[in-house]
Protein backbone atom coordinates (compact mmCIF):
# COMPACT_ATOMS: atom_id res chain seq x y z
CA UNK A 1 0.00 0.00 0.00
CA UNK A 2 1.45 3.13 -0.99
CA UNK A 3 1.87 6.54 1.36
CA UNK A 4 -1.35 7.80 -0.13
CA UNK A 5 -3.50 5.04 0.06
CA UNK A 6 -2.41 4.39 4.14
CA UNK A 7 -3.07 8.54 4.61
CA UNK A 8 -6.30 8.14 2.97
CA UNK A 9 -7.30 4.78 4.71
CA UNK A 10 -7.17 5.57 8.12
CA UNK A 11 -8.71 9.83 7.25
CA UNK A 12 -11.59 7.99 6.39
CA UNK A 13 -11.62 5.19 8.78
CA UNK A 14 -11.15 8.54 11.53
CA UNK A 15 -14.48 10.40 9.45
CA UNK A 16 -12.40 12.95 8.42
CA UNK A 17 -12.63 15.38 5.09
CA UNK A 18 -9.70 16.27 2.97
CA UNK A 19 -11.08 20.23 3.78
CA UNK A 20 -10.73 19.41 7.67
CA UNK A 21 -7.52 17.75 7.83
CA UNK A 22 -5.80 20.43 5.23
CA UNK A 23 -7.10 22.92 7.71
CA UNK A 24 -5.45 21.22 10.30
CA UNK A 25 -2.34 21.29 8.67
CA UNK A 26 -2.77 24.85 7.29
CA UNK A 27 -2.70 24.37 3.94
CA UNK A 28 -5.55 24.11 1.35
CA UNK A 29 -7.43 21.22 0.25
CA UNK A 30 -5.88 20.66 -3.58
CA UNK A 31 -2.67 20.30 -1.94
CA UNK A 32 -3.31 17.93 0.49
CA UNK A 33 -5.05 15.86 -2.11
CA UNK A 34 -1.87 15.27 -4.00
CA UNK A 35 -0.37 13.46 -1.03
CA UNK A 36 -3.35 10.92 -1.04
CA UNK A 37 -2.91 10.84 -4.85
CA UNK A 38 0.46 10.03 -4.33
CA UNK A 39 1.57 12.86 -6.85
CA UNK A 40 3.74 14.44 -4.29
CA UNK A 41 5.30 13.22 -0.98
CA UNK A 42 4.75 14.97 2.21
CA UNK A 43 7.80 16.12 3.80
CA UNK A 44 9.32 14.80 6.81
CA UNK A 45 7.65 17.43 9.09
CA UNK A 46 4.78 17.54 7.63
CA UNK A 47 4.27 13.41 7.68
CA UNK A 48 4.69 13.66 11.27
CA UNK A 49 1.78 16.06 11.35
CA UNK A 50 -0.50 13.46 9.40
CA UNK A 51 0.23 10.56 11.78
CA UNK A 52 -0.48 12.84 14.67
CA UNK A 53 -3.50 13.84 12.96
CA UNK A 54 -4.38 10.63 11.77
CA UNK A 55 -2.87 9.15 15.67
CA UNK A 56 -0.78 6.75 13.72
CA UNK A 57 3.15 6.70 13.30
CA UNK A 58 5.55 7.89 10.22
CA UNK A 59 6.52 4.82 10.37
CA UNK A 60 3.28 3.26 9.29
CA UNK A 61 2.32 5.63 6.83
CA UNK A 62 5.50 5.05 5.11
CA UNK A 63 4.98 1.05 5.25
CA UNK A 64 7.96 0.22 7.35
CA UNK A 65 5.41 -1.37 10.11
CA UNK A 66 2.43 -3.35 8.39
CA UNK A 67 -0.20 -4.47 10.79
CA UNK A 68 0.84 -7.45 12.14
CA UNK A 69 4.44 -7.58 10.72
CA UNK A 70 7.24 -6.25 12.65
CA UNK A 71 5.56 -6.93 15.73
CA UNK A 72 3.23 -3.58 16.02
CA UNK A 73 -0.06 -4.10 15.78
CA UNK A 74 -2.30 -1.27 14.61
CA UNK A 75 -4.80 -0.07 17.34
CA UNK A 76 -8.28 -1.18 17.00
CA UNK A 77 -10.95 1.74 15.73
CA UNK A 78 -12.98 1.35 18.54
CA UNK A 79 -12.36 -0.62 21.43
CA UNK A 80 -15.49 -2.54 22.69
CA UNK A 81 -14.99 -3.22 26.53
CA UNK A 82 -17.73 -6.78 26.82
CA UNK A 83 -18.50 -9.15 28.76
CA UNK A 84 -17.61 -11.87 26.70
CA UNK A 85 -14.30 -11.76 24.66
CA UNK A 86 -14.74 -12.99 21.06
CA UNK A 87 -11.55 -14.19 18.55
CA UNK A 88 -12.78 -12.37 15.64
CA UNK A 89 -11.43 -12.88 11.51
CA UNK A 90 -10.17 -9.77 10.46
CA UNK A 91 -12.89 -9.37 8.09
CA UNK A 92 -15.61 -9.71 11.02
CA UNK A 93 -13.70 -6.94 12.59
CA UNK A 94 -13.86 -5.09 9.63
CA UNK A 95 -17.48 -4.90 9.72
CA UNK A 96 -17.84 -4.32 13.25
CA UNK A 97 -15.58 -1.32 13.10
CA UNK A 98 -17.80 -0.19 10.38
CA UNK A 99 -21.05 -0.60 12.80
CA UNK A 100 -19.52 1.37 15.20
CA UNK A 101 -18.50 4.08 13.14
CA UNK A 102 -22.33 4.60 11.35
CA UNK A 103 -23.20 4.44 15.69
CA UNK A 104 -21.13 6.88 16.80
CA UNK A 105 -21.67 9.44 13.79
CA UNK A 106 -26.08 8.90 14.90
CA UNK A 107 -25.59 8.78 18.34
CA UNK A 108 -22.88 12.39 18.19
CA UNK A 109 -24.85 13.77 15.43
CA UNK A 110 -26.06 16.82 17.08
CA UNK A 111 -22.65 17.77 18.54
CA UNK A 112 -20.98 18.22 14.99
CA UNK B 1 -4.31 -12.33 36.48
CA UNK B 2 -5.58 -8.82 38.20
CA UNK B 3 -7.45 -9.06 40.86
CA UNK B 4 -10.30 -6.32 41.36
CA UNK B 5 -10.03 -3.31 43.22
CA UNK B 6 -13.82 -3.19 45.34
CA UNK B 7 -12.78 -0.33 47.44
CA UNK B 8 -12.11 2.03 44.33
CA UNK B 9 -15.46 0.59 42.60
CA UNK B 10 -17.66 0.93 45.87
CA UNK B 11 -16.50 4.77 46.43
CA UNK B 12 -16.71 5.52 42.78
CA UNK B 13 -20.23 5.01 42.64
CA UNK B 14 -21.27 6.95 45.85
CA UNK B 15 -18.10 9.71 44.42
CA UNK B 16 -20.60 9.72 41.51
CA UNK B 17 -23.75 9.58 43.43
CA UNK B 18 -22.60 12.65 45.09
CA UNK B 19 -21.13 14.26 42.19
CA UNK B 20 -24.48 14.35 39.65
CA UNK B 21 -26.76 15.73 43.30
CA UNK B 22 -28.42 12.17 42.98
CA UNK B 23 -30.96 12.47 45.53
CA UNK B 24 -33.80 9.99 44.66
CA UNK B 25 -34.87 6.31 45.07
CA UNK B 26 -34.50 4.74 42.55
CA UNK B 27 -31.22 6.57 41.03
CA UNK B 28 -32.11 7.98 37.84
CA UNK B 29 -29.34 7.02 35.30
CA UNK B 30 -30.65 9.51 32.54
CA UNK B 31 -30.23 12.42 35.43
CA UNK B 32 -26.37 10.83 35.30
CA UNK B 33 -25.96 9.88 31.12
CA UNK B 34 -27.76 13.57 30.45
CA UNK B 35 -24.38 15.50 32.27
CA UNK B 36 -21.95 13.44 30.44
CA UNK B 37 -21.01 15.24 27.25
CA UNK B 38 -18.74 11.81 25.73
CA UNK B 39 -20.91 9.61 26.50
CA UNK B 40 -24.20 8.06 24.54
CA UNK B 41 -26.51 5.21 24.85
CA UNK B 42 -28.20 3.41 22.18
CA UNK B 43 -30.03 -0.01 22.00
CA UNK B 44 -29.77 -2.69 19.98
CA UNK B 45 -33.16 -2.05 18.41
CA UNK B 46 -31.61 0.98 16.95
CA UNK B 47 -27.85 -0.37 16.24
CA UNK B 48 -29.75 -3.13 14.25
CA UNK B 49 -31.78 -1.43 12.17
CA UNK B 50 -29.28 1.13 11.52
CA UNK B 51 -26.63 -1.11 10.11
CA UNK B 52 -29.23 -3.80 8.06
CA UNK B 53 -28.65 -6.78 11.39
CA UNK B 54 -30.84 -8.53 13.33
CA UNK B 55 -30.59 -8.11 16.88
CA UNK B 56 -29.83 -11.69 17.44
CA UNK B 57 -26.21 -10.90 14.83
CA UNK B 58 -26.00 -7.56 17.91
CA UNK B 59 -25.97 -10.05 20.68
CA UNK B 60 -23.66 -12.41 18.84
CA UNK B 61 -21.08 -9.25 17.93
CA UNK B 62 -21.39 -7.90 22.06
CA UNK B 63 -23.31 -9.53 24.58
CA UNK B 64 -26.69 -10.62 25.92
CA UNK B 65 -26.74 -7.66 27.61
CA UNK B 66 -24.87 -4.43 26.61
CA UNK B 67 -20.95 -2.80 25.95
CA UNK B 68 -19.40 -0.34 26.44
CA UNK B 69 -17.81 1.22 23.24
CA UNK B 70 -14.71 3.56 23.31
CA UNK B 71 -13.52 5.76 20.72
CA UNK B 72 -10.27 6.75 21.31
CA UNK B 73 -9.63 8.88 18.41
CA UNK B 74 -12.27 11.25 19.78
CA UNK B 75 -12.20 10.15 23.16
CA UNK B 76 -15.96 9.24 23.13
CA UNK B 77 -18.17 6.13 24.53
CA UNK B 78 -21.12 4.75 23.27
CA UNK B 79 -23.47 2.37 25.64
CA UNK B 80 -25.24 -0.37 23.39
CA UNK B 81 -27.84 -2.24 25.89
CA UNK B 82 -29.86 -5.27 24.63
CA UNK B 83 -33.69 -3.16 25.08
CA UNK B 84 -35.41 -6.22 24.85
CA UNK B 85 -34.09 -7.25 28.46
CA UNK B 86 -36.69 -6.64 31.23
CA UNK B 87 -36.63 -2.94 32.85
CA UNK B 88 -34.93 -3.52 35.61
CA UNK B 89 -31.94 -5.94 33.71
CA UNK B 90 -31.45 -2.87 31.38
CA UNK B 91 -30.92 -0.37 34.49
CA UNK B 92 -28.53 -2.89 35.82
CA UNK B 93 -26.90 -3.25 32.58
CA UNK B 94 -27.14 0.53 31.97
CA UNK B 95 -24.87 0.78 35.74
CA UNK B 96 -22.49 -1.52 34.54
CA UNK B 97 -21.61 -0.39 31.57
CA UNK B 98 -21.29 3.35 33.78
CA UNK B 99 -18.90 1.26 35.86
CA UNK B 100 -16.70 0.53 32.96
CA UNK B 101 -16.61 4.21 31.61
CA UNK B 102 -16.25 5.77 35.47
CA UNK B 103 -13.28 3.48 36.29
CA UNK B 104 -11.98 3.97 33.19
CA UNK B 105 -11.13 0.62 32.01
CA UNK B 106 -9.58 0.48 28.57
CA UNK B 107 -10.63 -3.82 28.14
CA UNK B 108 -12.40 -6.48 29.25
CA UNK B 109 -11.41 -9.40 31.56
CA UNK B 110 -12.97 -10.40 34.63
CA UNK B 111 -11.33 -8.25 37.44
CA UNK B 112 -12.79 -5.28 35.55
CA UNK B 113 -16.05 -6.79 35.14
CA UNK B 114 -16.32 -7.72 39.06
CA UNK B 115 -15.05 -4.00 39.59
CA UNK B 116 -18.62 -2.59 37.06
CA UNK B 117 -21.04 -5.07 39.13
CA UNK B 118 -19.69 -3.74 42.66
CA UNK B 119 -19.80 -0.18 40.71
CA UNK B 120 -23.60 -1.00 39.51
CA UNK B 121 -24.92 -2.59 43.06
CA UNK B 122 -23.63 0.57 45.05
CA UNK B 123 -24.98 3.13 42.67
CA UNK B 124 -28.35 1.48 42.11
CA UNK B 125 -28.69 0.49 45.80
CA UNK B 126 -26.46 2.63 47.87
CA UNK B 127 -26.25 1.71 51.26
CA UNK B 128 -27.08 4.84 53.15
CA UNK B 129 -30.61 4.14 51.52
CA UNK B 130 -30.60 0.64 52.18
CA UNK B 131 -30.07 0.92 55.75
CA UNK B 132 -33.25 3.75 55.89
CA UNK B 133 -35.54 0.86 53.72
CA UNK B 134 -33.93 -1.81 56.49
CA UNK B 135 -35.29 -4.70 54.58
CA UNK B 136 -33.71 -8.02 53.33
CA UNK B 137 -36.69 -8.89 51.14
CA UNK B 138 -35.53 -9.55 47.77
CA UNK B 139 -39.11 -8.76 46.28
CA UNK B 140 -39.26 -5.25 48.31
CA UNK B 141 -35.68 -4.12 47.61
CA UNK B 142 -36.10 -5.16 43.92
CA UNK B 143 -39.16 -2.76 43.23
CA UNK B 144 -37.97 0.04 45.48
CA UNK B 145 -34.80 0.15 43.86
CA UNK B 146 -35.45 -1.00 40.48
CA UNK B 147 -33.00 -3.88 40.22
CA UNK B 148 -33.95 -7.65 38.98
CA UNK B 149 -34.69 -10.15 42.35
CA UNK B 150 -31.22 -11.18 41.54
CA UNK B 151 -29.54 -8.32 41.41
CA UNK B 152 -31.34 -7.67 45.31
CA UNK B 153 -30.35 -11.24 45.94
CA UNK B 154 -26.61 -10.40 45.53
CA UNK B 155 -27.25 -6.05 46.78
CA UNK B 156 -27.68 -8.34 50.12
CA UNK B 157 -24.67 -10.79 49.42
CA UNK B 158 -22.45 -8.33 49.15
CA UNK B 159 -23.53 -5.98 51.73
CA UNK B 160 -21.21 -6.50 54.52
CA UNK B 161 -17.93 -6.56 52.10
CA UNK B 162 -19.19 -3.02 50.64
CA UNK B 163 -19.60 -1.19 53.48
CA UNK B 164 -16.00 -2.46 54.55
CA UNK B 165 -14.89 -0.78 52.01
CA UNK B 166 -17.36 2.51 51.75
CA UNK B 167 -15.53 5.27 53.20
CA UNK B 168 -17.01 6.88 55.92
CA UNK B 169 -17.12 10.58 55.28
CA UNK B 170 -18.75 9.07 51.86
CA UNK B 171 -21.35 7.35 53.83
CA UNK B 172 -21.93 10.46 55.56
CA UNK B 173 -22.05 12.67 52.73
CA UNK B 174 -24.54 10.30 50.86
CA UNK B 175 -26.68 9.52 54.03
CA UNK B 176 -27.53 13.36 53.88
CA UNK B 177 -29.24 13.24 50.93
CA UNK B 178 -30.21 9.63 50.47
CA UNK B 179 -30.80 8.50 53.68
CA UNK B 180 -33.85 9.99 54.78
CA UNK B 181 -37.64 7.85 53.84
CA UNK B 182 -39.63 11.15 52.35
CA UNK B 183 -36.74 11.23 49.68
CA UNK B 184 -37.57 7.82 48.49
CA UNK B 185 -39.87 7.98 45.68
CA UNK B 186 -41.68 4.67 44.87
CA UNK B 187 -43.70 5.27 41.68
CA UNK B 188 -40.46 4.99 39.27
CA UNK B 189 -40.66 5.49 35.42
CA UNK B 190 -36.46 6.11 35.14
CA UNK B 191 -34.18 4.10 33.06
Redesign the interface.
Known amino acids: MTIGARIKELRLR?GLTQDQIAEKLNMNRANFSHYERDTAVPPSEMLGKIADIL?TSADYLLGRTVEGINGVEE?P??????????RMTSH?KDR?MS??R???E???KE?E | MSRSDYKRATNSAYSVIRAYNINKIPVCLDHIINRLPDLRLMTYTSFAELNGVSIDEVIDDYDEYGSLVFDPFFGRYLILYNNLKSFDVVRFTIAHELGHYFLKHKGHNEANDKEANCFARNLLCPLPALDVVNQTDYFCLSSIFGISWSAAATRICFIHLDRYHLNEELYNSIDAILGRPFFIDYNFAVI
Open positions: RNEEFVVIKRATQDMMLIAFEAFD
